[in-house]
Nanobody
Framework: VLLVESGGGLVQIGDSLRLSCAPS????????MGWLRQPPGKEREFVAA???????AYADSVKGRFTISRDNANNTLYLQMNSLNPADTAVYYC???????????????WGQGTQVTVYS
């Protein structure tokens, strides 16, 4: 299945963005979904995850600024990003997993990524 992200862009320090992710197959379900990112020149890293029973996890670097949520009616995953700063610049990926995890290698299906660039 293909996961399709949208909502990235070029923003200034302090701005907000909301990323969206929807599966190409609207009947696709998974136990958990997550957002990961890959900053320039760095490895892919965990950002946030959400499981079917409402459990959430966040990377320390985004706690209090980012919120992961899901619209079950539309089978869409969101990442609300507030107070963005240049360290948040990265390609952001949506991914699914069979259990609640924050380890990138445990995610099974991935989207193609959406670029978020924060400038000062």
């Amino acid at each position: 299945v293909l996961l399709v992200e949208s909502g990235g862009g070029l923003v200034q320090i302090g701005d907000s963005l909301r990323l969206s992710c929807a599966p190409s197959d609207p009947t696709f379900t998974s136990y958990a979904m997550g957002w990961l990112r890959q900053p320039p020149g760095k490895e892919r890293e965990f950002v946030a995850a959400l499981d079917k029973i409402g459990g959430r996890a966040y990377a320390d670097s985004v706690k209090g600024r980012f919120t992961i949520s899901r619209d079950n009616a539309n089978n869409t995953l969101y990442l609300q990003m507030n107070s963005l700063n240049p360290a948040d610049t990265a390609v952001y990926y949506c991914a699914s997993s069979n259990f609640f995890t924050s380890t990138p290698k445990n995610f099974v299906y991935w989207g193609q990524g959406t670029q978020v660039t924060v400038y000062s």
